[in-house]
């Protein structure tokens, strides 16, 4: 199936088949490692045909990559397949964007895998949590803030991938107003956050050597 769905003219035959159904309960099953990799990538190719992303994402699969990136070893192959995926179908589908982001330990998940991920699985989550910001900052600004994300996107924005970085500032610049959230954020001080902050769009893509002892000094506090 993976490579009958690497040509384009399988794709909508694949699809209309009920494949995809399938696919998705292979996501989360108990079936062997390479068989979850060989689906999620089916899907992928799948993904990429735009009418078929509606039928994708009504199969369930948003909540079954949830779950198996929850489950499973942040910095492993299959979450970074997963979590790509994910991002995939949330870039491309409204539905997909509303689904997860309203999925109860959704944000947790993803802010998680800003931290423990592999460096490919943080880019993809940070690129979702922005898409989700984006969507609506009122909702979920306080929401993933609440869930300690500071600490891992001010890393990411020193030394993830070049993508990582540019997303990881572009979504500090969204949460950068934060006086009235709590948990983990009640312990940033605001104007280190806006010192950082300034440094950053001052600079660029060129990161100081003041604004990584800054970044250094704002991640040894929130962790203390």
Not at 89 to 108: F, N, Q, V
Not at 124 to 138: D, F, G, K, N, T
């Amino acid at each position: 199936m993976l490579t009958l769905s690497s040509c384009k003219a399988n794709k909508v035959a694949i699809a209309s088949s009920g494949a995809v159904q399938l696919l998705a309960e292979f996501v989360n099953s108990n079936c062997s490692t390479q068989s979850q990799l060989d689906a999620i990538a089916t899907l992928h190719n799948l993904a990429t045909c735009q009418e078929i992303v509606p039928l994708i994402v009504s199969s369930g699969v948003m909540l079954s990559l949830l779950e198996l990136i929850h489950t499973s070893v942040k910095s492993t192959p299959l979450v970074e397949k997963a979590i790509g995926l994910l991002e995939n179908l949330m870039s491309s589908s409204e539905s997909a964007l509303c689904e997860a982001a309203s999925t109860m330990g959704a944000i947790r998940i993803l802010v998680e895998t800003v931290e423990d991920g592999s460096s490919l699985s943080k880019e993809h989550a940070v690129c979702i949590l922005l898409l989700v910001c984006q969507s609506c900052r009122e909702k979920y600004r306080g929401l993933i803030l609440t869930e300690g994300v500071m600490p891992g996107l001010l890393q990411l924005s020193v030394d993830g991938t070049w993508r990582a970085k540019s997303m990881a500032r572009e979504l500090l610049l969204l949460l950068r107003d934060c006086s009235n959230y709590s948990s983990r954020c009640k312990q940033i001080n605001h104007e280190q956050i806006e010192r950082i902050m300034d440094e950053i769009e001052a600079e660029g893509e060129t990161f100081a050597d003041t604004t990584l002892r800054l970044v250094e000094e704002m991640i040894a506090k929130l962790h203390a």
